[in-house]
């Protein structure tokens, strides 16, 4: 009997591992190539789930995020502790997070970067998640001062 895949479910595997791979190389020190390699797979048969690198990229973008979404938040908690278990949640991965969405973004334009898939899934799902706590006319701001505190972090060794 034929061995029966959930295509859908692998392909989310694949991009879960393959997160991971970007996030200790970098965007572009990985290749089609070596991501399969680090998975098992042949590059051919990568690009059988994967028609290009920014798909899997993207693929690796949604499996982050829906990571993030399902990270909870004490609800009976003050606006302020709420920001500081966001932050709590934001920075064991921030500093690596941060160098490969700059190795990603690098060489791009400002209207390039307006019209990645992978930047505004990542952008919209952060000012929500500060909207829930802030409110909408506040989420820029807050968000701005939540990211700008992790990079002084990770700047000054703290």
Do not use: N, W
Not at 22 to 32: L, W
Not at 76 to 95: N, S, V, W, Y
């Amino acid at each position: 009997m034929p061995k029966i895949v959930d295509h859908d479910a692998y392909s989310q595997d694949l991009a879960r591992r393959a997160a991971e791979y970007f996030s200790r190389h970098g965007y572009a020190g990985s290749s089609m190539r070596k991501i399969g390699t680090h998975l098992g797979l042949s590059k051919s048969a990568l690009y059988h789930y994967f028609p290009t690198k920014e798909a899997l990229f993207l693929a690796c973008t949604h499996q982050v995020i829906g990571a993030f979404t399902s990270l909870a938040i004490a609800q009976d908690a003050t606006e302020a502790q709420k920001l500081a278990q966001l932050r709590d949640l934001l920075r064991p991965g921030f500093a690596r997070e941060m160098a490969l969405i700059f190795d990603y973004l690098r060489g791009r334009t400002a209207e390039e970067i307006a019209a990645d898939e992978a930047m505004q899934l990542a952008l919209s799902t952060y000012r929500s998640a500060v909207a829930d706590i802030v409110g909408e006319d506040a989420a820029e701001t807050a968000l701005a001062q939540l990211l700008g505190t992790l990079l002084l972090e990770f700047m000054s060794g703290r």
